[in-house]
């Protein structure tokens, strides 16, 4: 994407004042949206972004400038103008290059750029159509398609010089039910590393009743009471929580500033021995997949915690040098117009040995939350607070009437600990996860979980 002479003119400015590494991201991406409001068209858009990083570490400390203009003159005044934060003299010179072959974890079948936007309506069109004829009292539908395809290019003074095409395919369908005095909504959104061929993966019609079935069904639930109880977490997107108030503590943005609950805790038992946590970067596919994570370090199978016990943290190249630890692959950004850092790729609690059936009827009374919402978390603490989109209660060990407005009260460690029955049915999720390296596609997961004590907020 640069021509060598480019990339090494480049670096060498950058190096010039006492830098001891300097790094060049370049990226093309071609994004494409269709929204469909009511079975009607409300946008249709595509564009393509193009741009350049450059990051210089004065051991741990780090500069970065971005910009459009990738010409030669400007590439090196960015460096220049990098290096100039430190006064020294140059203290690195350039490395031979070694190429990295990167395997393809992601095989595309069909390129979503080359597939008509007509072609792409027609699959939301028979979503809404689905999801409107679920219930007289759908009263609204929206649907959605999204498509990446990104080149990426590294090269830094260690003497990386790394390429790869990373595609992602994703369909939204949010169906909102209402009545004369309120609104429900239901929403799922699959996805993946995939082409076009996401679209004979899923059947955009089920997804669309499943969305609708959830706002009617919540429409007529009662208000979910509120206390300490037994809570069941449902598989797939139920592993936000984890995301959310564990995952991010366990990034290296966290820890090396001390800023985690984590922090210090290596070997320690931070959570129930029935617990075990991945993040996999490597998933075929996978949402959060690459061949590589943004600063070039392949991505990798990371063991969080096995059985209770801390066993890595998520590490990127600035964060390891202030903690002493190598990279784990774990390294993202939105795009070039951000610095990168650690964060988390398909992030999941490991299957345990309970069956749903087993875990259900193993609570005679508690809420039982089927599929969950937003929320919000501080990493420092760990304290959080997430909505239950569609909750049950549980009574004598059977699922018992919907119920509505409950929210998920606690903290990341305390919630870790109490969970005591594992599900045998692994099932992850799409999302979008934002921190200070911009917004990222991340998958969450787990089996079905069962906390056997946790604070729920309700009315009552």
């Given at each position: 994407?640069l021509?060598k ?7 060498s400015?950058?190096?010039g004042t ?7 991201y370049m990226?093309?991406?071609k994004?494409?949206t269709?929204?469909?409001?009511n ?11 193009y741009?350049i990083g ?7 400390k ?18 220049r ?10 203290v690195?010179?350039l490395?031979?290059?070694?190429r ?19 072609k ?5 069109f ?11 009292i ?5 649907t959605?398609?999204?498509d ?5 290019f590294i090269a830094?003074?260690?003497g990386l010089?790394?390429?790869?095409q990373?595609?992602?395919s ?8 209402s ?5 429900q ?5 699959p ?36 206390g ?14 984890f ?9 290296a943005?966290?820890?090396a ?13 931070i ?8 993040d ?5 596919n ?13 991505t ?9 016990i ?6 990127d ?11 784990t692959?774990s390294?993202?950004r ?7 850092t650690s ?24 809420l039982?939350?089927?599929?969950m ?5 501080d ?17 004598d060990g ?41 917004s ?17 907020g309700?009315?009552?």
């Amino acid at each position: 994407m640069l021509k060598k002479s480019v990339v090494e003119n480049t670096l060498s400015a950058a190096l010039g004042t006492g830098a001891d590494f300097a790094e060049i991201y370049m990226e093309q991406s071609k994004r494409s949206t269709i929204s469909v409001v009511n079975g009607r068209v409300e946008a249709a858009q595509s564009g393509m972004d193009y741009g350049i990083g450059i990051r210089l570490f004065f051991q741990n400390k780090a500069i970065y400038g971005f910009a459009n203009d990738t010409s030669e003159k400007n590439l090196i005044r960015i460096a220049r103008e990098a290096a100039a934060a430190a006064r020294g003299d140059r203290v690195y010179t350039l490395q031979g290059w070694r190429r990295m072959n990167m395997a393809c974890m992601n095989p595309i079948r069909i390129m979503p750029d080359e597939v008509e936007k007509r072609k792409k309506a027609e699959k939301l069109f028979l979503a809404a159509e689905a999801a409107k004829k679920y219930s007289d009292i759908i009263t609204q539908t929206k649907t959605g398609c999204l498509d990446i395809v990104k080149d990426v290019f590294i090269a830094n003074t260690d003497g990386l010089w790394a390429e790869e095409q990373r595609v992602r395919s994703r369909f939204t369908v949010e169906a909102i039910a209402s009545s004369a005095t309120e609104k429900q909504s239901g929403h799922l959104g699959p996805g993946g590393s995939l082409g076009f061929e996401l679209f004979e993966q899923i059947d955009v019609e089920e997804k669309a009743r499943e969305a609708a079935r959830i706002a009617v069904t919540m429409l007529g639930a009662k208000p979910c009471p509120a206390g300490r109880m037994p809570v069941v977490i449902d598989n797939g997107f139920g592993g936000v929580i984890f995301h959310e108030a564990c995952g991010h503590s366990l990034e290296a943005t966290a820890v090396a500033r001390n800023a985690s609950v984590f922090a210090g805790k290596m070997g320690e038992q931070i959570a129930s021995s029935v617990v075990t946590a991945i993040d996999d970067g490597t998933i075929p596919n996978g949402w959060g997949s690459a061949a590589m994570d943004d600063e070039g370090t392949p991505t990798q199978r990371n063991v969080l915690i096995e059985n209770g016990i801390l066993r890595s943290y998520l590490v990127d190249k600035l964060n390891g040098r202030r903690m002493g630890a190598k990279s784990t692959g774990s390294s993202r950004r939105e795009s070039y117009r951000f610095a990168p850092t650690s964060r988390m790729t398909n992030t999941f609690i490991d299957n345990g040995k309970s069956t749903p059936a087993e875990i259900i009827a193993n609570t005679d009374f508690g809420l039982y939350a089927k599929q969950m919402g937003g929320g919000s978390v501080d990493p420092a603490t760990g304290a959080f607070n997430f909505a239950v989109l569609e909750g049950y209660m549980i009574r004598d060990g059977k699922v018992a009437e919907p119920v509505r407005g409950a929210t998920l009260i606690g903290k990341g460690m305390e919630v870790l600990m109490k969970i005591d029955m594992v599900g045998n049915n692994l099932a992850r999720a799409q999302g979008m996860c934002g921190s200070i390296s911009g917004s990222i596609p991340t998958d969450v997961g787990q089996p079905m979980i069962r906390v056997k004590e946790m604070t729920v907020g309700g009315r009552g």
